[in-house]
């Protein structure tokens, strides 16, 4: 088994070898020309709305499978199954709308915004935009 792995680090003036396809991590001078990075607080953000606007329906859509079993199970109501899958499907795209909703909505500025962003959706939904046609033009996306 020698040989094989976990391997040490590159001794120290030799440079480590790059499997191929591997692409080197920009340094942070790459990044700010050519690339454009979400803000720490921006991605907050983002990431605080999209717990709140999936975890909230993914729990609902667990909680029908788990209400209608005990229903079912205590002989208190008979739930068909087409209704319990309806419930809990619904739920779910629920948590997909409020994934999208989490990055829409969230503020770019260095203020966070109101309590549910949607000022914000028409703004971000407009950058999108505009960074898709950049894309497809082959421009960087942007200027802001």
Known sequence: MAGKGIQGRAPAGKAKRQSPGQSPRPSA??????????????????????????????????????????????QIMEVPTGVTLAASGACFFLGVLGLSFGVLSASWEDKPGSLLGTEQIGVNIGRLRSSIKSMRTGGNGPQA
Do not use: E, H
């Not at 999936?54 to 859509?61: K, L, N, R, S, Y």
């Open 29 to 74: 001078k790459q990044r700010s020309t050519g690339q454009q990075v979400i803000p720490d607080a921006v991605a907050n953000r983002m990431a605080r709305r999209i717990a709140i606007g999936t975890g909230i329906p993914t729990v609902m859509g667990m909680g029908v499978f788990v209400g209608s079993y005990l229903l079912v199970s205590r």
